[in-house]
Antibody, heavy 118, light 105 residues
């Protein structure tokens, strides 16, 4: 059974940098794409980007200048960094696997609420 | 970016109803269209992939159709556990994009 678990701080101040980690069990991050999606309270889903062990990364154009993703195969986890935070970045952040064969987000973490407030 | 537009944004229905949600892409995405269900406080759950393929474990009352730019998700007979939000997502290209969602209430 594939499981993903997000971890990181829940409260940050404007201008700070968000760092989240997604730990994966039941699957190797050496295959497929590993994604981040966020959802402000009461709103829809926003795709942030994805990473693959080949080094390929794809980011949302609206966040591209502020986002960086990395992965650590030895720990089987991947990470998101988002800098220059504002209140508009307050959201639930989800990590998910994008299964290469079907191009679907088939396994998701439970999500972590990140609040940006002074 | 490919824009995904869902309609309606919200839908009132009753148990046993047949429900259809539509999703339109701003350009052709072949059949690279997925549907997700999200219940309050939970992560989204994959229902349909490649426009019409049912994800393993998903009840057969859910079905999807379409290709190109126009797609539909149909629930043949609404069950109490189906009251949730539904999102379409294109996987034709990056950036991946979602529809704005449809809340079924």
């Amino acid at each position: 059974q594939v499981q993903l678990q997000e971890s990181g701080p829940g409260l940050l101040k404007p201008s700070e940098t968000l760092s989240l980690t997604c730990t994966v069990s039941g699957a190797s991050i050496s295959s497929d794409f590993w994604s981040w999606i966020r959802q402000p309270a009461g709103k829809g889903l926003e795709w942030i980007g994805r990473i693959q062990t080949s080094g390929t990364t794809n980011y949302s154009p609206s966040l591209k200048t502020r986002v960086n993703m990395s992965l650590d195969t030895s720990k089987n986890h991947f990470s998101l960094r988002l800098n220059s935070l504002t209140a508009a970045d307050t959201a639930i952040y989800y990590c998910a696997r994008e299964y290469t064969n079907s191009r679907t987000l088939d396994y998701w973490g439970q999500g972590i609420l990140v609040t940006v407030s002074a | 970016d490919i824009q995904m537009t869902q309609s309606p944004s919200s839908l009132s229905a009753s148990v046993g109803d047949r429900v259809t949600i539509t999703c339109r892409a701003s350009q052709s995405i072949n059949t690279y269209l997925n549907w997700y269900q999200q219940k309050p406080g939970k992560a989204p759950n994959l229902l349909i992939y490649a426009a019409s393929s049912l994800q393993s474990g998903v009840p057969s009352r859910f079905s999807g159709s379409g290709s190109g730019t126009d797609f539909t998700l149909t629930i043949s007979s609404l069950q109490p556990e189906d009251f949730a939000s539904y999102y379409c997502q294109q996987s034709y290209t990056t950036p991946r994009t979602f529809g704005q969602g449809t809340k079924l209430e």
